[in-house]
């Protein structure tokens, strides 16, 4: 058989070992890993002296999601993927969002018409359900389990989004019945609502207010009420963008109790902290703002801790694409707004792979394998898209990213997004993808996109294997 590329000599890193070996690919899929592969192909590439890891998954992002005008998100599927392919991401699963009063069938067929024909990545969806209603609980959400979509987010925070327990506790039940996964966003609206009221009424409005508004009470108490409603009904979950010490608590106390209880955390949760959000009344903190908030170096150290010792299942980056200039984002309300109008959100698709492998892997923080875990394994096997994705094994689509261990600065007119910042503007670190692969094609070589809108293809996920 000739094959269509061999990698030949590549640090082949997957989540269980790390080994030398050529990788030898055929339409688009892995179909040997061998010392030495004896045979040929139409191209070669030689991964000497470079680690070879798994295309990331991402797991959490959001593109083009529909956001009460003015607001309205920088990154369609064509720029968000296109930054997602030069950062070493080769699948991504965004939100389809259910608004209130709509259909999820409806959203789910809005997102496909969003994404159709613009992607440079693989990707899936996961559903954000915001009205469970009877039929949505008995007939859609069952039917769409059945069709691909296996996971879906609930809020617990958030006017527009949140649930009630109650309703949290029927989706949770219709997932039992499913087998699908439930990601839950912990935060206490009420206590956000109250905090942010008297904030108000003291005119402490600026950016760096936010972070006072959603102190880490908040995320614990919404996390320990998550936990309960899912040991309630015996049904696992996943908790989405863990930030620090109070949640990881409370995950630690699930675990020690038996419950499946998922974890995550985001980059901004490593690499940020409140004081990012300003120190004075400025509005540049703006560009800092998500929820929940980063918190302090203390609170990253036990991030870091958590991603080492296993507490946490996956990395994702949380992209939530807002522009810092101009009428549709972080201003849309003006230099001088409060912060509960200030969108939510901050970019990350590109710089959360290189940001792990630098800050993790090469400064001994985690294992090279606990980084394809993190950041691949387990996201593909948490959202039903392993053994295709996110590992390095014959039949495994080759999505492999080759990793160039040389100092990088992070700018963003060096990114790919359609953001007019990155928090981590000038940020130094000591490696960067030579190049990455989405089903044996090259997308990204290290100086430039190498693929086009519709490369990428949609995936039907199946049930969580984790
Ligand atoms: N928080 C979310 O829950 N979603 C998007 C962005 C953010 O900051
Ligand atoms: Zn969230
Ligand atoms: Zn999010």
Same mark, same amino acid.
């Not at 680690?51 to 720029?79: N, R």
């Not at 954000?128 to 979509?149: F, K």
């Not at 959000?277 to 801790?305: H, M, T, Y």
């Given at each position: 058989?000739?094959?269509?590329?061999?990698?030949?000599?590549?640090?082949? &890193?997957?989540?269980?070992?790390? *080994?030398?070996?050529?990788?030898?690919?055929?339409?688009?899929?892995?179909?040997?890993?061998?010392?030495?592969?004896?045979?040929?192909?139409?191209?070669?590439?030689?991964?000497?002296?470079?680690?070879?890891?798994?295309?990331? #998954?991402?797991?959490?992002?959001?593109?083009?999601?529909?956001?009460?005008?003015?607001?309205?998100?920088?990154?369609?599927?064509?720029?968000?993927?296109?930054?997602?392919?030069?950062?070493?991401?080769?699948?991504?699963?965004?939100?389809?969002?259910?608004?209130?009063?709509?259909?999820?069938?409806?959203?789910?067929? +809005?997102?496909?018409?969003?994404?159709?024909?613009?992607?440079?990545?693989?990707?899936?969806?996961?559903?954000?359900?915001?009205?469970?209603?009877?039929?949505?609980?008995?007939?859609?959400?069952?039917?769409?389990?059945?069709?691909?979509?296996?996971?879906?987010? #609930?809020?617990?925070?958030?006017? +527009?989004?949140?649930?009630?327990?109650?309703?949290?506790?029927?989706?949770?039940?219709?997932?039992?019945?499913?087998?699908?996964?439930?990601?839950?966003?912990?935060?206490? &609206?009420?206590?956000?609502?109250?905090?942010?009221?008297?904030?108000?009424?003291?005119?402490?409005?600026?950016?760096? *207010?936010?972070?006072?508004?959603?102190?880490?009470?908040?995320?614990?108490?919404?996390?320990?009420? &998550?936990?309960?409603?899912?040991?309630?009904?015996?049904?696992?979950?996943?908790?989405?963008?863990?930030?620090?010490?109070?949640?990881?608590?409370?995950?630690?106390?699930?675990?020690?109790?038996?419950?499946? #209880? *998922?974890?995550?955390?985001?980059?901004?949760?490593?690499?940020?902290?409140?004081?990012?959000?300003?120190?004075?009344d400025s509005f540049e903190g703006a560009k800092c703002i998500c929820s929940p908030p980063p918190r302090d170096a203390s609170n990253q150290e036990v991030i870091w801790n958590g991603l080492a010792d296993g507490l946490f299942t996956v990395f994702s980056s949380d992209h939530a694409p807002f522009k810092f200039e101009g009428p549709d984002g972080k201003q849309a309300f003006g230099t001088d707004a409060a912060f509960r109008h200030i969108p939510?959100?901050?970019?990350?698709?590109?710089?959360?792979?290189?940001?792990?492998?630098?800050?993790?892997?090469?400064?001994?923080?985690?294992s090279l394998t606990k980084f394809v875990e993190l950041t691949a394994t387990n996201p593909a096997k948490t959202y039903g898209l392993h053994p295709r994705k996110g590992t390095i094994a014959p039949g495994a689509d080759a999505d492999l990213v080759i990793w160039d261990e040389?100092?990088?600065?992070?700018?963003?007119?060096?990114?790919?997004?359609?953001?007019?910042?990155?928090?981590?503007?000038?940020?130094?670190?000591? &490696?960067?993808?030579?190049?990455?692969?989405?089903?044996?094609?090259?997308?990204? +070589?290290?100086?430039?996109?190498?693929?086009?809108?519709?490369?990428?293809?949609?995936?039907?996920?199946?049930?969580?294997?984790?």
């Amino acid at each position: 058989m000739l094959l269509d590329l061999i990698i030949r000599n590549a640090k082949v &890193a997957t989540a269980a070992d790390v *080994f030398h070996a050529d990788i030898g690919i055929k339409d688009g899929l892995i179909v040997c890993i061998s010392s030495t592969i004896d045979q040929t192909a139409e191209r070669q590439i030689d991964a000497a002296g470079r680690v070879v890891t798994p295309g990331g #998954v991402d797991a959490h992002c959001h593109l083009d999601q529909p956001m009460a005008p003015p607001v309205k998100m920088a990154d369609d599927f064509e720029t968000g993927t296109r930054s997602a392919a030069c950062g070493g991401t080769t699948t991504i699963i965004p939100f389809a969002a259910q608004a209130k009063g709509e259909s999820l069938q409806a959203a789910v067929d +809005d997102y496909h018409r969003r994404s159709d024909g613009k992607a440079h990545v693989d990707y899936a969806f996961h559903l954000i359900v915001n009205d469970p209603s009877p039929n949505v609980l008995t007939n859609e959400l069952p039917a769409l389990i059945q069709s691909g979509y296996s996971s879906f987010k #609930v809020y617990m925070t958030y006017d +527009d989004m949140k649930l009630d327990d109650g309703q949290i506790l029927d989706v949770l039940a219709v997932a039992k019945q499913h087998n699908a996964m439930v990601m839950i966003h912990a935060e206490n &609206a009420d206590c956000i609502e109250w905090l942010t009221k008297r904030l108000e009424s003291a005119s402490q409005t600026s950016a760096r *207010f936010h972070t006072r508004s959603r102190p880490m009470l908040v995320e614990r108490e919404a996390t320990h009420r &998550a936990i309960s409603l899912a040991e309630l009904v015996d049904q696992p979950i996943l908790i989405v963008h863990v930030s620090g010490r109070e949640a990881v608590e409370q995950i630690r106390w699930a675990r020690a109790h038996g419950l499946k #209880v *998922f974890a995550e955390t985001c980059p901004q949760y490593l690499f940020l902290t409140a004081e990012d959000l300003g120190i004075d009344d400025s509005f540049e903190g703006a560009k800092c703002i998500c929820s929940p908030p980063p918190r302090d170096a203390s609170n990253q150290e036990v991030i870091w801790n958590g991603l080492a010792d296993g507490l946490f299942t996956v990395f994702s980056s949380d992209h939530a694409p807002f522009k810092f200039e101009g009428p549709d984002g972080k201003q849309a309300f003006g230099t001088d707004a409060a912060f509960r109008h200030i969108p939510n959100g901050i970019p990350g698709l590109e710089t959360r792979m290189p940001l792990l492998y630098s800050e993790g892997v090469l400064k001994g923080r985690i294992s090279l394998t606990k980084f394809v875990e993190l950041t691949a394994t387990n996201p593909a096997k948490t959202y039903g898209l392993h053994p295709r994705k996110g590992t390095i094994a014959p039949g495994a689509d080759a999505d492999l990213v080759i990793w160039d261990e040389t100092p990088y600065v992070i700018r963003n007119d060096q990114l790919h997004h359609a953001v007019d910042y990155t928090p981590y503007e000038g940020r130094e670190l000591l &490696a960067w993808p030579a190049m990455t692969l989405l089903r044996g094609q090259v997308v990204w +070589d290290g100086k430039q996109l190498c693929s086009t809108p519709g490369t990428g293809q949609f995936l039907k996920c199946d049930l969580p294997t984790i």
